[in-house]
């Protein structure tokens, strides 16, 4: 409910979403005043005894269909994102299993992956902060190995003090002051302590963010601290604090979508870059990226060194180097597919017996109504465009991983 | 054709639009009767060469050519090879009509092992099954590669380096390689002869294309009635048939209850088989038994009709290839489909009637002209039997309710020992028992532990560690099978500790040297048998030593003849004094003070000889973990 | 472009999943039965063979067919049938598929309809391959069945739909499933090319296209598993040079729009491609803000 709003908030007007969540926790109240529930009273046995349907209930509500924005917007596609990693002493609560810092760094290694995945042409460098001062422990790079590597390396992970929260927004914010225009700036801050150790006014910090139009997210480990929420505000980033460990994950992930742009913030300018072509030779040489023997690898463009992977920038000439295909790998936030709708039960006597794309059959509404439980929903999501009727695994699958909508592609429209 | 023809009209006309039109009539005449009776000479075939390898494996072929020695490449799997006398495996000798070779604790292990049927066979021309059963992946892949090069008559030329460059140039990859091409010399599918050319069997060949273009006229997938039975049975209820009839075999087994009296091919299998053997007043399940017991449905089958197989011949006077032939047709027919039991020879018919009374065929009476394989039967020929026995269940468990559970895999396994499972089968639960220590019994579900006194039980019995590991995992609850490793590993080694607990002594048999008159003696004859590496035990004070079988012949005639010099040099044959020689197959332990010279079977080791030894013993190196066992006995 | 490293994933006794997709645009097949002397129906008879090998290699392999046909909806046939026993099964599958690929062509009489250039279509039948997939390995929990895509491919590529295959490719890479491609006929598929290298699958154009089912039975028969040990043809090295927007020159550097990521060669081709995106936006494709 309240996600579903969030995006479409996110998506129409930058204002931030905490409100939303605000004028929920007024509704229903402290989670300690609620009444308390008692889970097995929603398990309910049918005729035979049985839980199947029951559970089966359950699962489809959890299933969580996400309702994307499907109006096609422009898209920051290549971004240049700062990752601060919060390294106080706080972090070694154990509040979040297996501790804190744990569960933030495998997500953070998670989260790397899946960003350049998803924004392949798009670069990213990590920031720590520990004993009251920043330190950047890998420079902005396209390649997720080295921010990875940087992450895994145990001197750059230890606990110590207080973050200092101003010292690391002015080190990123030092840094994309200089990337171009046609890319978004964007800050993601992973906070664990309730505090910051500052040497100067972070309001001064946060103007200065508002006006190089950096955008800063939190996410906050502890609870809500009233200087990030007023950050994520202006800078029109997002704040959330965990409830627990998935919903952290899903709180970092949702920053992996390329965030929409406004037409006037930034100009669509051409950017240069290079297409490598590919090398195998017989004899291994070295490249120039770690400076080690290899025998495959691509040649840049303009300077003709070898670099080992794609995409990433040309450790000589700086040229960003890509291969199309990494380029189509973005397509699929310019074109998203629509929403498909649910199809009620009573307009059942023309739908078809089985899922358009799997061919697994549909829950028949006869059989529903000689049992005791009848189904809820009838288990049939339809495509406006092409009319055809998908069960939810495949709704869910193809907006969440194909991106295309096998009933629109299989005729000509 | 007309195809043909149409289309070059096509071509001429200009405007599109009728063009198309003709397509779409086009296409609806010469693709209406869209037949597919697959002509095999339609199939062209073209010489082929090998694929275009970078130039690196070529070099690395010539390299690793001669480190492969295809003699030591062992087949690991155990086979039966039957030699059924129609000429393809001439290589076999001859007399016999078949001939198993089946090493005696084949039985005993898990699906790997699982016996494997080699046969040559012109009647059966079940190529596939024989492809799917024997072969590794690879040379399966060779098979079907190989199968349609070239035109039927002509043999395939192609060097055995030829296809060396089809694999990688890896150490595991050619290890595959030589162990597929060691398969398929093996089966004789494929021969290398001198000049390295590589045969492939023609008939073999031609069998097996029949069967993936359905030519030929052979009717080895038996023949379908042509109309079904009005009251033709569902498969659940072949499903239960299946088990009914199986599991009254077990359970005459286990003897639960007073089952009723199996039939009389059913009682000639398991004595046979010495699953059971003749007690005081009926029979007694052996060691066998318990063994069999624990395997999974598809092993238990297949055991069972290899022992069928064998009394064939001499008790039920049927012709074995006709058995053998209707086994395999019996494992590629179709589920809860009917046939005629029209076309059986008379032998078959006759086996069809023992058949179904093991539950591998249904028959509605006893002269019913149709019968129905079970999925016992149609699975038969696969290979994984796991996913048998889960295929079974995936199926029935929707349909019939316990049954289906049983096989599902029921058993969950905690660490703690503690055993549940989820199971009413009465069978399941006497095979539970068989080495776990049942607690409590709820409707659906049993609780039991296990525990070193009913793991120790089962042992003694003669089931092996193995088999209960074996068994928990293949019975394993799917919630169990999503876990690596699957059963917990403190419990599974726990289990072997306390296999291997019970074989602290080892037998070895040998001759003990003893009544030597002076200790010069003494040491030097100890002292020649120690550099020959003969000695497996010596005691000073008493002037004792034992060796090994083959050591003794060795010193024995070193002594009297003097042939050996290092042995005479120092010594003149008259100065050796006499000593005597026992001979017995001794029970030596290692730190052993007496010796026990009586011949003893570890297998039967008799509870007092074994308490001597253990208060005797206390450092023994493989038992040290287990010295509260010695405070039990 | 990390290919799929199968060696620790796929086990020796997993079963089997083949998901074929057959590309049956009739328009093409008359004309290379005409220039080569393979009609479809002759390679359907050769597909029907590799389909009996395919189960034939494993008593639990499976396959389902997916036709790809030039715009009417797409025929489906699957056997949904997981214990497959193969002797029987073979003659079941043959006449399932050979019965819906009739219903297809018989469903051709408003042929008339054709679009202009009509093209298969490829990414709906990946995108309903890899749902059917999806499904069926959700169902097999213990992961015991590892599926793969196999496209025989008579069709040009249509550029309308290169993001949606790009689109399909990733996803498959993501879930770890291999497209295979056969080429029967034609120009190489770019399209389909990058789809075998990104996902780890073979792409080989049919040098001899009556010799349709030897390159059937040893390029595309292997499994997952036996795959690791094999070198086969079709396994050289892609270049994926990125092709101008304006002038389809394959280009070693060039600007790229920041917001729509089209490629151009030169500055000066911004107004090119501008122009292109202008018309992107009559067709309901333009990715928003135009400069």
């Given amino acids: ?413 | 054709m007309p195809e043909n023809t149409m289309i070059e009209f096509l071509e001429i006309e200009n405007d599109e639009n009728s063009s198309k039109q003709r397509i779409a009539s086009l296409i609806n005449k010469c693709d209406g009767n869209f037949t597919m009776n697959i002509n095999k000479s339609e199939l062209k075939t073209f010489p082929l060469k090998p694929p275009e390898n970078s130039s690196d494996n070529k070099e690395l072929v010539k390299k690793v050519a001669k480190d492969i020695n295809i003699e030591n490449v062992e087949g690991t799997e155990r086979i039966i090879e039957m030699n059924l006398g129609l000429g393809v495996f001439e290589q076999i000798k001859e007399p016999l009509k078949y001939d198993i070779i089946m090493d005696p604790k084949g039985s005993t292990s898990n699906t790997s092992t699982k016996p494997k049927i080699i046969m040559v066979d012109n009647e059966t021309k079940n190529g596939a099954a024989i492809n799917e059963l024997l072969l590794p992946p690879l040379a399966r892949q060779f098979v079907m590669s190989l199968l349609f090069t070239q035109p039927i008559n002509n043999p395939v030329n192609l060097t055995k380096s030829d296809l060396r460059l089809w694999v990688k140039n890896e150490e595991a990859a050619l290890a595959k390689f030589d162990e597929a091409l060691e398969k398929l010399s093996k089966l004789s599918i494929m021969t290398i002869d001198q000049s390295g050319y590589i045969q492939m069997n023609c008939e073999f060949r031609e069998r097996f294309r029949d069967c993936l273009t359905g030519g030929g006229d052979h009717q080895s997938f038996g023949v379908p009635c042509k109309k079904p039975a009005s009251d033709r049975p569902d498969i659940a209820f072949l499903d239960r048939h299946a088990m009914k009839q199986w599991e009254e075999i077990l359970h005459f087994m286990v003897g639960t209850e007073s089952m009723s009296q199996p039939s009389a091919a059913v009682l000639k299998v398991v004595t046979r088989a010495k699953l059971m053997k003749e007690g005081k007043d009926r029979l007694m399940i052996t060691n066998k038994g318990f063994q069999f017991l624990l395997q999974d449905v598809n092993t238990q089958v297949w055991a069972f009709l290899i022992q069928y197989l064998d009394i064939a011949d001499e008790l039920l006077q049927m012709n074995v290839v006709e058995v053998l032939n209707f086994f395999f047709m019996l494992g590629s027919l179709e589920l809860g489909m009917d046939y005629s039991v029209k076309g059986l020879t008379d032998t078959q018919k006759q086996l069809l009637d023992d058949l179904a009374n093991f539950g591998l065929a249904y028959r509605r009476k006893k002269g019913s002209s149709r019968y129905y394989p079970t999925r016992l039967a149609t699975t038969l020929t696969s290979g994984n039997s796991a996913v048998v026995s889960s295929a079974v269940t995936s199926s029935a468990s929707t349909t019939t309710g316990e049954d289906g559970a049983t096989e599902q895999g029921f058993i969950i396994v905690e660490t703690n020992y503690k055993l549940y499972a989820y199971t009413e089968s009465k069978l399941q639960i006497s095979v539970l028992r068989l080495f776990c220590e049942l607690q409590t019994r709820f409707a659906n579900m049993v609780y039991a532990l296990i525990t070193r006194d009913s793991v120790r039980k089962a042992l003694k019995h003669g089931i092996t560690a193995n088999q209960i590991i074996s068994y928990l995992s293949s019975h394993a609850h799917p919630q169990m099978k999503k876990r690596i490793p699957l059963l917990p590993p403190t419990v599974v080694d726990q289990i072997r500790l306390w296999e291997i607990e019970r074989n602290r002594l080892e037998a070895t048999e040998g001759y003990l040297y003893k009544e030597f008159r002076n200790q010069g003696d003494y040491e030097m004859v100890l002292k020649y048998a120690t550099n020959h590496g003969f000695v497996i035990w010596s005691n000073e004070r008493k002037r004792m030593f034992s060796v090994t079988e083959e050591g003794h012949e060795h010193v024995r005639t070193s002594l009297i003849n003097g042939y050996d010099e290092n042995f005479t040099k120092n010594i003149k044959k008259s100065e050796l004094k006499t000593f005597s020689i026992e001979t017995s197959r001794n029970l030596l332990v290692s730190d052993n003070k007496e010796l026990v010279k009586k011949s003893c079977n570890i297998e039967n080791v008799e509870e007092p000889v074994i308490k001597r030894i253990r208060t005797n013993k206390r450092a023994d190196p493989k038992g040290s973990t287990f010295n509260n066992s010695t405070k039990q006995n | ?291």
């Fill in chain 1, 1 to 413: 409910m309240s996600k579903q709003h969030k995006q479409k908030n996110l998506t129409e007007e930058f204002i931030d979403v905490d409100d939303e969540i605000q004028t929920n926790t007024q509704q229903t109240g402290y989670a300690w005043e609620e009444e308390y529930k008692r889970s097995w009273d929603v398990l309910q046995e049918d005729e035979d005894g049985s839980l199947k349907r029951t559970v089966e209930n359950l699962q489809q509500r959890k299933r969580k269909r996400l309702f994307r924005d499907t109006a096609t917007i422009r898209r920051g596609i290549i971004r240049h994102m700062f990752l601060i990693i919060d390294l106080s002493e706080a972090m070694m609560e154990k509040d979040l299993r297996p501790s804190r810092l744990d569960l933030t760094l495998s997500y953070a290694e998670q989260f790397i992956l899946e960003y350049f995945d998803q924004n392949p042409i798009s670069q990213l460098a990590i920031i720590v902060t520990k004993g009251g001062y920043a330190e950047k422990i890998s420079d902005l790079t396209g390649n997720p190995m080295d921010n990875i590597r940087a992450l895994k390396n145990k001197k750059n992970t230890d606990t110590d003090g207080e973050p200092s929260l101003q010292n690391s927004l002015e080190m990123a914010r030092s840094t994309l002051i200089h990337v171009p225009s046609h890319g978004s700036r964007e800050i993601l801050i992973i906070m664990g302590s309730l505090t910051t150790c500052d040497p100067g006014d972070i309001y001064d910090t946060i103007d200065n963010l508002v006006n190089e139009n950096i955008r800063v997210s939190v996410v906050g480990l502890a609870a809500e601290v009233q200087i990030c929420k007023l950050m994520c505000k202006k800078t029109k980033g997002t704040y959330g604090v965990v409830l627990n460990e998935a919903h952290f994950k899903d709180l970092l992930f949702e920053i992996i979508p390329p965030p929409p742009v406004s037409n006037t913030q930034n100009k669509a300018e051409l950017v240069i870059m290079g297409f490598p072509s590919s090398v195998s030779d017989s004899s291994p040489s070295l490249c120039a990226c770690h400076s080690k023997p290899t025998i495959g690898g691509y040649i840049c463009a303009r300077c003709h060194s070898k670099i080992c992977d794609l995409p990433t920038d040309c450790p000589v000439c700086e040229l960003t180097l890509v291969s199309s295909p990494h380029l189509a790998r973005s397509y699929h936030h310019l074109f998203p597919i629509n929403n498909f709708v649910e199809v009620p039960w009573n307009n059942n006597s023309v739908s078809p017996t089985h899922c358009f794309s799997c061919q697994i059959p549909f829950p028949s509404f006869l059989g529903v109504r000689g049992g005791a439980v009848p189904i809820e929903t009838s288990g049939r999501y339809k495509c406006n465009r092409c009319q055809q009727h998908f069960c939810i695994d495949c709704d869910v699958f193809v907006h969440e991983v194909i991106h295309n909508c096998p009933g629109c592609l299989a005729a000509i429209h």
């Fill in chain 3, 1 to 291: 472009m990390n290919a799929l490293k199968d060696a620790a994933t796929v086990n020796e006794d997993d079963a089997n999943l083949l998901v074929l997709i057959i590309d049956t645009n009739p328009l093409i097949w008359t004309r290379l039965a005409k220039s080569t002397g393979l009609s479809l129906k002759e390679a359907l008879q050769h597909l029907m063979v590799f389909i009996n090998a395919h189960l034939a290699l494993k008593h639990d392999n499976e396959v389902a067919v997916i036709a790809s046909h030039v715009d009417v909806r797409l025929s489906e046939d699957t056997d949904q049938t997981i214990n497959s026993n193969m002797y029987q099964r073979f003659k079941v599958v043959n006449d399932q598929v050979i019965n819906n690929m009739k219903e297809l062509f018989e469903d051709l009489s408003k042929l008339n309809s054709y679009p202009e250039k009509a093209s298969s279509m490829i990414a709906g039948a990946l995108s309903m391959s890899l749902c059917y997939i999806n499904r069926i390995m959700r169902a097999d929990e213990i992961g015991h069945i590892k599926p793969r895509i196999f496209i025989t491919s008579v069709s040009p590529d249509s550029p309308y739909q290169y993001i949606s295959i790009m689109n399909c490719i990733f996803s498959a890479q993501k879930l770890g499933i291999p497209i295979d491609v056969c080429k029967v006929h034609g120009e190489d598929a770019v399209f389909l090319q990058q789809a075998a290298h990104i996902t780890g699958g073979r792409y080989l154009k049919l040098p001899i296209p009556q010799g349709f089912l030897q390159f059937l039975m040893i390029t595309f028969l292997p499994d997952r598993f036996t795959r690791n040990y094999q070198c086969l043809p079709g396994e050289e090295k892609v270049d994926f040079g990125a092709a101008c927007f304006c002038h389809k020159r394959i280009i070693d550097i060039g600007y790229v729009c920041s917001v729509c990521l089209s490629t151009s060669v030169n500055e000066g081709g911004l107004r090119v491609v501008n122009g292109i995106k202008k018309l992107d936006k009559s067709k309901g494709r333009e990715s928003g803000g135009s400069t």
